[in-house]
DNA sequence: GCAAAAGTGTTAAGGGTACACCCATGT
DNA sequence: ACATGGGTGTACCCTTAACACTTTTGC
């Protein structure tokens, strides 16, 4: 900004928060981490999970703080969406929230952390009644991520380091919640050389067996293709 | 966010900004409007536009309020870019700033407005420095509108309601600063129907006089096929 | 041997890109 | 008549979209 702080310092008041939209995949449905709220306002009613940010506190730090006291995970992918800031959004006072979409994997994040929080996966097309704008919120960082999937590799975060094109196939379904051609789909993923097939199979879904791949990171840097 | 807000109420003390990234365009360049810092911090530097926002004041409107405290111009289109939350982004002090991100008529702004602020335009690729991070949001403001230009019809708001192919083409090549083959950019212009062609031509440029065009706005609602 | 999921190629259509000349007019 | 910027069409390539059968193996 670019007038004298000063002017200002005594009267403004407004706190700064970040919320998490927290998506998962399971059972071939992307899903959001919502908490149970037990506290006022809005008690009682589900809601994105959130936090003040700190006076020495960057906003992303915040935002993986928030995301580390949910789910125990640490360095997991985030993004920032958008900043929602309308002067009556919250009821409990005013507040700019910034928020951010995580994407974990939900064989990994601390049970215990969850239940502390009392908080429940929600595949995104049956979500229960949220508070404030949260909804918003969630539209729009679904919208991002299904803009965004289709030209970067940030999908992968959804799922294990090795799975197969099978998997990954469900999971763009889920995501984009349309149908893909099975043979399309495999001719993209085969001019990606970075997305590397092992001689390993995962037997658990099928008698025949599908060939697990990964996600090379390294590889991906040096020609940044990516086109699904 | 999701705790108890008096937890906090007390000690959070942060401010919260807005920060303009105003685009115009001019002799076939994209510019962008900085005001000469006249006070501290950073006094002499440039910097881009912003204002501490008002306690009931939505967050977008404080940016049109900025806008118009610069410009003179109301209801200008405007879109949110991202916020910057860096501990120590602003050397005066814990500043939280939303960037936005507007397009102006720059044979349309009030004069009086702007020379109050020392305003002056630059293009884009020759800057001076500027204060803080706002280079960083410069460069995250342009890199938005380059996506966002080939996909949405948000550029017309840089020309007049009248205008030719040829300054709508220089507009576009200005942007995305590389050239455009002339008959291919026509051919998708021709596609778009809500770019409607008038009879009277702007003989300013050119002895043979170029067609105008208008952007009508209704009949983009029933097509929305922008692409460019 | 059969059910169930994995894996594999070809064709047609549309969109993108590259490219060179004529037109209208003011001087 | 010539200089200047406005306007026009075609061929090739690559990407996308549609579509059906074979393979493997546990039961």
């Not at 009682?44 to 006291?69: C, H, M, P, Q, T």
């Not at 974990?104 to 969850?114: A, C, F, G, R, T």
Request: charged share 30%.
């Amino acid at each position: 900004m670019t007038v004298d702080i000063r002017k200002y310092k005594e009267i403004q008041q407004i706190k700064v928060a970040v919320d998490c939209i927290i998506f998962g995949f399971n059972d071939n449905r992307l899903e959001l981490l919502l908490i149970h709220r037990g506290f006022q306002p809005e008690k009682g009613k589900w809601s994105l999970i959130g936090e003040f940010i700190g006076n020495d506190e960057d906003l992303d730090d915040a935002a993986n703080r928030v995301l580390y006291g949910l789910s125990g995970l640490e360095n997991i992918y985030m993004e920032q969406v958008k900043t929602f800031g309308k002067a009556n959004r919250d009821s409990s006072g005013r507040v700019i929230s910034t928020t951010y979409s995580a994407m974990i994997l939900k064989s990994q994040y601390n049970e215990e952390h969850v239940n502390k929080y009392n908080a429940k996966w929600f595949p995104i097309d049956n979500l229960p009644e949220l508070v404030f704008d949260h909804r918003d919120m969630v539209d729009s960082a679904i919208k991002r991520l299904r803009r965004r999937v289709r030209n970067f590799p940030i999908a992968f975060n959804l799922l294990p380091e090795k799975f197969t094109l099978p998997q990954l196939q469900a999971l763009y379904e889920g995501i984009l919640n349309e149908p893909i051609d099975k043979r399309n789909f495999r001719r993209k993923v085969a001019q990606m050389k970075y997305l590397v097939k092992l001689s390993e199979k995962d037997m658990s879904e099928s008698k025949k067996g599908a060939y697990y791949y990964y996600f090379d990171e390294a590889l991906y840097e040096i020609e940044q293709n990516f086109n699904l």
